[in-house]
């Protein structure tokens, strides 16, 4: 699978912004997607997941009620909207994949997916 992300760039605390990561090489239908995000000096964490039927999904508690993960079977994108972002949001986003089985759940290690994309900085000025 080859993941391309897109979207990230330079906003003023507050702002938002959408990401992207487009699916190649695999169906998109048997892929759990999951964004993650690395700033400096800090371990990757998961950001968002999505399930194969996009029904169970994972937030980690610091984006709850801002962040919105999403996908697209049919452009084989998952999309990361992101409101009312913080200084503390500046990191590299990753979307990561893995194949799965069952429709209904998630996964936030980093170690179990295999497929990740390039990254994408996003940038939170106060």
């Known amino acids: 699978v080859q993941l391309q992300a897109s979207g990230g760039g330079l906003v003023q605390a507050g702002g938002s912004l959408r990401l992207s990561c487009a699916a190649s090489?695999?169906?998109?239908?048997?892929?759990?997607m999951a964004w993650f995000r690395q700033g400096p000096g800090k371990e990757r964490e998961a950001v968002a997941a999505?399930?194969?039927?996009?029904?169970?999904?994972y937030y980690t508690d610091s984006v709850k009620g801002r962040f919105t993960i999403s996908r697209d079977d049919a452009k084989s994108t998952v999309y990361l909207q992101m409101n009312s972002l913080k200084p503390e949001d500046t990191a590299v986003y990753l979307c990561?994949?893995?194949?799965?089985?069952?429709?209904?759940?998630?996964?936030?290690?980093?170690?179990?997916?295999?497929?990740w994309g390039q990254g994408t900085l996003v940038t939170v000025s106060s």
């Open positions: 990561a994949a893995v194949n799965a089985i069952y429709p209904n759940y998630y996964l936030t290690r980093a170690r179990d997916y295999t497929n």
């Open positions: 999505i399930s194969l039927s996009g029904d169970e999904i």
């Open positions: 090489g695999r169906a998109f239908i048997y892929l759990i």
